[in-house]
């Protein structure tokens, strides 16, 4: 597969998992209150549902990515969230909340065009999400407190791997 061609699938593959009831809430709780990244999380597990993971070596594009992240995602998202209590005294401003949203949204998509491009290894035959919590803990450390929630939001996303919570019926 193709950079370009791994990027636009895993940026499909991130808007389609995010989109789900729910991972909303726990994308922001993981993210708030126990410091991942959610681009990360969602380039970890599609690679698990692909059999691969981040190789190990990779330490240096890695860092690249996540500078990324630190000095172009993140100061765009505390800009866009200070405004958000700012509207309410000034509605005038939500048109520059909603160009910092965009703008967010935009450091996002570069964010996981770099993960998609960073080398990989072929998985253990793993199910798919063991797979993802096994590249998590290579990642960083997980841990007691953010693992329950970790688990839920993978096997939100790894819906249809074996190891998964399972779907729910109409």
Known sequence: ?????????????????YARPGVEAECLTLQDE?????????WIAWLSERRQRPDP???????????????MTLPLRERRRTLKIEVQ?????????QALK????????????????????GAAPDAPLKQALDS??????VTAEAYPPLRDL????IIDAPDAEPKPTC
């Open 1 to 17: 597969m193709s950079a370009t061609d791994a990027a636009a699938s895993l940026w499909s593959y991130a808007l389609s998992r």
């Open 34 to 42: 126990h410091g991942w990244d959610v681009c990360e999380l969602l």
């Open 57 to 71: 070596k990779a330490d240096h594009a890695l860092a690249d990515a996540r500078r990324w992240q630190r000095e």
């Open 89 to 97: 005294h000034r509605p005038r401003l939500e048109s520059l909340r």
């Open 102 to 121: 965009q703008a967010e949204l935009y450091a996002e998509r570069e964010m996981l065009t770099q993960l998609a491009a960073l080398p990989t290894i």
């Open 136 to 141: 998590c803990r290579v990642l960083r450390e």
């Open 154 to 157: 993978l096997a939100r996303w």
